[in-house]
């Protein structure tokens, strides 16, 4: 028996999703006493706290990222490892959306909530995949919450690239990747596909990518972009944070075909907005398939949303017969990781 | 179908012409028939299925999709058949695609009540790339930025035979084109289409420049107003009347009233317009019959559609395109007289001593529909291209005004780091009474890619808000902009709409508070 209401024990304060019997903040904004953190992307992972919990890769990310100052007290706990925080029981299990990435499942007096932070289901060779916990309450994204969003095969994507490089030997073709997790996904997809040449990357991107390797993910030979020939990059294919493939940076490449590797590259109007000239859809969250079928498999009978897209997730989730609720939370506006 | 929806994935993305040829001819060279024709006549326009197709979805979509997750979908996507290609619940694993000349041929001959139950099962066969390519095929109109033209070009670059010698064949020949394809890949012989209403490549004129004019004497060049409409090639061979625009584009089914009554056995060249009461309407007026598959009774009444001729390439089966321009223009009065089919004349020909004499012709012609002057060599013969010395066209200089540099927005391929697209405006008076920019026109080309530098950094330096890739800038810059005329519009702010806008000069000099009103632009209004 579940021994009380949800919301009276799991609230949203200015700093986000709070835990009173743990005393702590899932992914909070601003400093917290005390966080969990389910993976390295910059609106989850935020500088300030006292104390950090995260998964080892998670807190390599956040001193990467963030430089984390000495006097923060960091634990990392293992996936699937059960720590106990004031009155509960937290697991970190992995969520297979990048190096690190959990799903927090806390328990607390019999009730067995998931956190799903950002996750996946669909395989990707850089990090251990999803795993489904069967659960109470669900708290789940939503970034890609429509029925429009259905990723294909990565694997076809990575194809629809290489093609492209045949047919214009003589332009580099550059690729929109976010730094953490798409663009070492990208070149692991890309080495899956027998594609042996070195990568060359933007600046921004070559920390994450030796951060990935110290964890024994091997991407093969890397370049720096910057500083290469525009001669030697004819035929080359270039990863850059999306921001620099559109912009002035860019201009150095010869002729460059611009492409982009993310889930929002499935809508016309959004590749065309961007300027994208090869739309790769390749996500690293969830599809309308895999959020409502983990939905459904989790045994859920109340689920939150959090960030992205309620509207239509709640609806499906009102028409499956379970309980639904959004979670205004503070700085997750139409996240683009 | 996996190949033909990557190619028009790829072409709607595609900006540029010369990768789009590439593109084409990739797909040419590797595609099976008839796939591959199939594939060239929905580029071409050449496939047309009447098909209840709002309603067929509709009823196809109830049963599968729940409405208010479609509709907030359909809010996110901007477009109706997109939405469904991407929501559709299909994607059945393990399912063999179908071919696009399987879809073809089922479409061209199924009958309109199984359509529905054939389309649903396609859709459940293909990815979304692929239920995206069907439903715009379906819809007859592909908008991947492909023209006939470029379709036909590529297939000209593929071959390495002319376009001329395509263009000569295209029209007496069918969808999926086994016999071009076999021609273009040497494995058979030219296909035979004389006596077939096809188009014949057009000649075309120089712009003349200063230097030419005194060579330009009475004994060797006719003269001719330039008028205002669009060149046509006007045949009825074969049994078939047809109305090609300069590019070979079949645009006879909006101009019926034109070609019904020309007798058979020749092919004209001639200007189109719309003319009322003896007088030729603005180039507007014309506009509103072009881009259109079919044309309504109203239309052809209240503009009513003309072709002024000035050429004649056939006659009776007699290819005259060898004869000097004076013989064929002789026998185009010879036939005109005999004939007189209706809503056609003949364009005069216009006595002059000197090219003074024409300048003073010119200035004082006030009839509208008068665009400049073409001056033709007598003893030209019809050639297709553009042969040097024997046609120029001199054209009015263009109308300038001063305007405002409002918005930039990025560009597309190789323009996409840079502000390449320019919204001007001109100064009115607002409503508190102060001094307010309207937008009048929008242009992106008329400078140099040193200038287009200097404009993207001057955009970056000076933006005052931005939304998506439009940048609002602070109204300091002047453009000259040129434009060949203007005309009122409804649909912009201002009241008026120039044709063929292009940033003539770049004012750095130029204060904003000198640019012109929009009244300036208002009194070079022609109606
Ligand atoms: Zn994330
Ligand atoms: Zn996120």
């Not at chain 2, 009823?59 to 939405?83: H, I, K, N, Q």
Request: glycine residues 8%; charged residues 25%; aromatic residues 8%.
């Amino acid at each position: 028996m579940i021994p009380e209401r949800f919301d009276t024990w799991l609230t949203v304060d200015r700093k986000g999703l709070f835990c009173r019997p743990g005393g702590f903040h899932i992914d909070p904004y601003g400093g917290a006493q005390r966080a969990v953190v389910t993976h390295g992307h910059s609106d989850h992972a935020r500088p300030g706290h006292a104390r950090v919990l995260a998964t080892r890769e998670t807190l390599a990310v956040m001193t990467a990222r963030l430089g984390t100052p000495a006097e923060v007290s960091s634990q990392a706990a293992a996936y699937g490892e059960r720590i106990t925080i004031g009155e509960v029981a937290v697991t970190l299990i992995p969520a297979g959306h990048v190096l690190g990435s959990a799903q927090v499942l806390i328990e607390w007096k019999g009730a067995r909530v998931v956190v799903s932070g950002d996750y996946k289901r669909s395989a990707d060779p850089t990090c251990p995949g999803f795993e489904l916990v069967p659960c109470h309450l669900f708290i789940t994204e939503a970034t890609f919450a429509l029925p429009v969003f259905q990723h294909g095969d990565a694997g076809e994507e990575t194809a629809k690239l290489l093609k492209s490089r045949m047919q214009f030997p003589d332009r580099a073709h550059v690729v929109g990747v976010y730094g953490l997790g798409k663009c070492q996904r990208l070149i692991v997809l890309l080495r899956d596909a027998g594609y042996d040449r070195p990568i060359y990357l933007h600046g921004a991107l070559a920390a994450c990518c030796a951060l990935y390797e110290s964890f024994g993910v091997r991407l093969g030979d890397l370049k720096p972009a910057t500083g290469a020939k525009r001669e030697e990059l004819k035929g080359e294919i270039v990863l850059a944070p999306p921001s620099a493939i559109a912009d002035r940076w860019s201009r150095r490449l010869p002729d460059p075909v611009t492409a982009f590797a993310s889930g929002w590259m499935r809508v016309r109007a959004r590749a065309r907005q961007q300027g994208v000239e090869l739309p790769l859809v390749i996500s690293d969250h969830a599809d309308w398939r895999e959020l409502t079928e983990t939905i459904a498999e989790t045994g859920a009978e109340e689920v939150w949303v959090t960030h992205g897209r309620e509207d239509a997730l709640l609806h499906h989730i009102q028409m499956t017969g379970r309980k639904g609720r959004a979670l205004a939370l503070v700085g997750r506006e139409d996240e683009d990781q | 179908m996996k190949a033909f929806a990557a190619l028009l994935d790829r072409l709607a993305y595609t900006p540029s012409r010369n990768d789009k040829l590439r593109l084409l001819a990739d797909y040419f060279e590797v595609t099976p028939d008839p796939d591959r024709g199939f594939a060239l006549a929905a580029l071409t326009d050449g496939l047309f299925f009447r098909l209840p197709f709002r309603r067929i979805l509709t009823d196809l979509l109830g049963p599968r999709v729940d409405p208010v997750l479609f509709d907030l979908s359909r809010d996110y996507v901007g477009d109706t058949a997109e939405t469904i290609a991407l929501l559709w619940p299909g994607g059945r694993a393990g399912a063999k695609p179908p071919r696009l000349s399987a879809i073809v041929e089922a479409l061209q001959s199924a009958p309109p009540a199984e359509v529905p139950a054939l389309l649903a099962n396609w859709l459940d066969q293909l990815d979304a790339t692929g239920r995206w390519a069907l439903l715009k095929l379906m819809t007859g109109a592909l908008r991947v930025g492909v023209s006939a033209r470029l379709a036909k070009t590529a297939l000209s670059e593929w071959s390495g035979v002319p376009l001329a010698d395509i263009e000569e064949v295209w029209h007496g020949l069918r969808p999926p084109y086994g016999e071009l394809f076999a021609w273009l890949s040497a494995k058979g012989p030219r296909p035979e289409v004389e006596g077939r209403a096809t188009f014949r490549p057009l000649m075309l004129s120089h712009q003349i420049d200063d230097k030419e004019l005194p060579s330009i004497e009475p004994k060797d060049f006719i003269a001719e107003w330039k008028w205002d409409g669009i060149r046509v090639q006007a045949v009825h061979q074969g049994g078939e009347r047809r109305l090609f625009s300069r590019t070979g584009d079949d645009i006879s089914g909006a101009f019926p009233d034109v070609v019904e009554s020309l007798p058979e056995g020749v092919v004209l060249d001639g200007e189109l317009l719309v003319m009322r009461d003896g007088e030729v309407a603005p180039f507007n007026a014309l506009q509103q019959r072009l881009n259109r598959k079919t044309v309504s009774g109203a239309l052809l009444k209240s503009h009513p559609a003309h072709i002024r001729l000035y050429d004649i390439l056939l006659e009776g089966g007699e290819d005259l395109r060898a004869l000097p321009l004076v013989a064929r223009r002789a026998r185009l009065e010879a036939w005109h007289k005999r004939n007189a089919p209706r809503r056609t004349d003949l364009s005069g020909l216009i006595d002059f001593t000197s090219v003074k004499e024409l300048e003073i012709l010119w200035a004082d012609a006030r009839e509208t529909g008068i665009e400049g002057l073409m001056l033709k060599r007598r003893d030209s013969p019809y050639i297709a291209g553009r042969p040097k010395g024997h046609w120029y066209k001199w054209k009015r200089a263009p109308l300038v005004i001063d305007a405002v540099l409002m918005y930039a927005q990025r560009g597309s391929g190789k323009r996409s780091s840079y502000y390449s697209d320019y919204t001007f405006g001109a100064w009115r008076d607002g409503d508190a009474g102060e001094e307010e920019l309207v937008p009048v026109g929008k242009s992106y080309f008329g400078f140099t890619d040193e200038e287009l530098k200097e404009l993207d950094r001057w955009v970056r330096n000076h933006t005052v808000d931005s939304f998506g890739p439009v940048r609002q800038v602070e109204p300091n810059l002047v453009f000259e902009v040129a434009f060949d005329s203007v005309h009122r519009s409804t649909r912009h702010k201002s009241g008026v709409a120039m044709r063929f806008p292009r940033i003539n000069r770049i004012r750095w000099d130029k204060p904003a508070a000198e640019a012109d009103r929009v009244e300036t632009l208002a009194a070079m209004i022609v109606d």
